[in-house]
């Protein structure tokens, strides 16, 4: 396919990036207006998941390193955040943040490990270390084990809001989750998302480029793991307990399921995802019906069918091309 | 004594570690034969164990074939059904990234492991120790049950046998080519493809005598290998992916390891697998045998 003439792509562009934005806006304005038609519980738990999602995509979507742990960045992070709102009596937002702290930490070690093998390999790695995670917070006294940290309060935010009203909780969650997307956006368009694109691309070829490569993957790793935690935090004061499932492995699964369902290496793609995942989750949760054989399921079928996920593939249809500018071949 | 600890306590964890190790062996092994030659880390490993162990259970409860026969027959059905599987789904993933084969084993799993909730519930149905070997000797020092003594030979005459087979027979030599070159080796008109579904086959099938030999150990539940299977993962790491005979050592080590960990500090006995990983991944990237890739 020939390369289409940039001069000519340009008016579409633009027309392009405003249909974007428009889209980005009314997306917004949705979950703005969606607690008066949802429950707003699961609105926030939606919400913590995509953000959660969108981090992990960070890792793999853009860098191409695979977590099977993340859900030790997750979990970890509720834990942390818990312990400091209840035993310390941090305020929320500095309890968040020391969950996000602790998680960039465990990123910091778990990241520095995992990078010194690639592709599968680095998979498996991140998968037991998350494991022995998982045991340590089964037996760490701060964690009380199978019962969890109960009981947690949403406090007051910046000592003024009151985050225990359900509404202004919703959109707390939301502006946190706002701004990790935006967080996101920035990192994957900056330079710095660029070399991290190079790396998932041609490894090599980034490598003989005289790039460090080893500590861009880190550095996407750590944040990667960071914004893992601020949606962990986040969901450990909405849901105001912390439990293992957080930190299993299932759980890093689910996170995998959600990327790739909506699609890895989309922005939005996540946030799809996880959207489906949890609903479908909910929706499971009451019937006989083991949800794993359902999530399974999707699995398969979407390494066998679909692999570039539901965003990915409306990319890749026509509408899509029309969308983005693409001139139709 | 040894360090105030009962010399009984002590060989006895160090039994049971034996006995671990024994499973570790196996299914590390399964792991690495399928990761050598079709570059896929199998996730759905613990479901073929935890299958196998239900076909022993199944075959005597439905038509009451006893231990001795579902020994043969349940790796049977488990390779089986996997190379079916292998057939009709996961040969189609060969080409494309090998996160993919482990994507979809990770879906295979749950719903493996999800039809078996949804029928048998998550609760542990026993399986009865075969009358032959019931009882158990007294050592002197302590008391060895029949059983797990059995246990322990069975898995070091599976490894044997295996490790025979890969490296002495014809057949053996096809695969180590076939992991070597595939195309090569298709070149010289031997049905690369078919060995490939033979040799997933193969290591499920090893997962699943596995699974029946740890039925009268372990109670069957839907639930009982999904744990064990990440322990297998850090055991293969350890060993150097793909060598067979660094999974199948490690395995046994690692066990040991865990038992002797139980007896002087029991609270890291979980996770001193994990640890020896993280060290040795410092240390040896490529892990004890594996070569540097």
């Known amino acids: 396919m020939a390369r289409v003439m940039t001069q000519s792509l340009l008016p579409r562009q633009r027309a392009a990036l405003n249909a974007e934005t428009l889209l980005i806006g009314l997306a917004v304005l949705g979950l703005i207006a969606a607690p008066l038609y949802f429950y707003p519980v699961f609105l926030m738990k939606v919400l913590c998941f995509a953000l959660f999602a969108c981090a992990f995509n960070l890792l793999l979507g853009y860098t191409g390193i695979l977590s099977f742990g993340h859900a030790a960045f997750f979990g970890g992070a509720a834990y942390f955040t818990a312990h400091a709102v209840k035993e310390w009596g941090l305020s929320p937002e500095l309890g968040i943040l020391v969950g996000v702290a602790g998680a960039a930490a465990l990123g910091l070690v778990i990241g520095f490990l995992a990078i010194r093998r690639t592709g599968i390999y680095s998979t498996m790695i991140t ?22 940290i109960q009981g947690v309060p949403r406090g007051h935010l910046f000592g003024l809001i009151d985050l225990s009203e359900p509404l202004n909780m919703y ?47 880190l550095a996407a790793f750590v ?16 849901f105001q307990f912390a439990t293992l499932t957080d930190v299993s492995w299932q759980m890093s699964g689910e996170v995998v399921l959600m990327t790739l369902l909506g699609g890895i290496g989309t922005l939005v793609g996540p946030v799809v995802g996880a959207a489906l995942v949890t609903t479908l989750g909910n929706y499971f949760a009451t019937s006989q019906i083991p949800v794993t054989l359902i999530t399974g399921g999707i699995f398969m079928l979407c390494v066998l069918v679909f692999r570039r996920g539901i965003i990915g593939e409306l990319y890749a249809s026509r509408l899509g091309k029309w969308l983005s500018g693409e001139r139709r071949s | ?68 026969p579902a020994l043969i027959l349940a790796p049977l059905i488990v390779g089986l059904a996997s190379a079916v599987i292998e057939r009709l789904m996961l040969s189609r993933l ?45 050592l002197g020092f302590m008391f060895l049950p029949k059983y797990r003594g059995w246990v322990v030979l069975a898995s070091l005459l599976v490894c044997l046998g295996t490790w025979l087979l890969i490296e002495k027979t014809k057949l053996g030599s096809y695969l180590r080519a076939a992991t070597e070159n595939p195309t090569l080796v298709r070149a010289f008109g031997i049905n690369v493809p078919l060995l490939l579904t033979f040799t997933y086959g193969l290591g499920a099938g090893l997962a699943g005598l596995a699974g029946i030999l740890a039925a009268p150990v372990y109670q069957v539940s839907p639930l009982m290998g999904s744990n064990l299977i990440i322990v297998v ?32 500090y029991p609270e890291a006995s979980n996770i001193v697998i994990f640890v020896v990983m993280a060290i040795v991944l410092l240390i040896r ?9």
Request: with cysteine; aromatic share 16%; charged share 10%.
């Open chain 1, 171 to 217: 959109f707390f969650v939301l502006a946190v989750f706002l701004l990790g997307l935006f967080a996101i956006w920035r990192i994957i368009n900056s330079p710095f998302g660029m070399i991290l694109k190079s790396i998932r691309e041609n490894e090599s070829r980034a490598i003989s480029l005289g790039y460090t490569v080893s500590r861009y993957k």
């Open chain 2, 1 to 68: 004594m040894i360090f105030d600890i009962p010399i009984q306590a002590f060989l006895g964890q160090l039994l049971i570690g034996l006995i671990n190790g024994s499973f570790y062996a196996m299914l590390s092994l399964g792991l690495a034969i399928i990761f050598g030659l079709l570059r896929v880390i199998n996730f759905a490993h613990g479901a073929q164990y935890m299958m196998g162990a239900f076909a022993g259970y199944l075959l005597l409860a439905t038509f009451g074939i006893g231990y001795w």
């Open chain 1, 127 to 148: 998968l037991a270390l998350a494991q022995m995670f998982f045991f340590f917070c089964l037996q760490a006294p701060f964690t009380h084990g199978e019962d969890g």
């Open chain 2, 94 to 138: 060969y080409n494309l990234d090998h996160l993919y084969g482990l994507l979809f084993t990770f879906g295979l799993a749950l719903v493996i492991e999800g039809t078996f909730r949804y029928y048998y519930g998550s609760s542990g149905q026993p399986y009865a120790v075969p009358s032959a070997l019931a009882g158990g000797y007294n």
């Open chain 1, 223 to 238: 944040m990667s793991a960071a914004l893992a935690g601020l949606a962990g935090g986040l969901k450990a004061l909405v």
């Open chain 2, 285 to 293: 990237p490529a892990g004890l045998m594996g070569k540097e890739a």
């Open chain 2, 233 to 264: 993962f850090a055991v293969v790491v350890v060993g150097g992916m793909g060598s067979i005979l660094g999974a199948v050592i490690t395995g046994y080590l690692l066990g040991l390891l865990e038992g002797l960990t139980k007896v002087f």
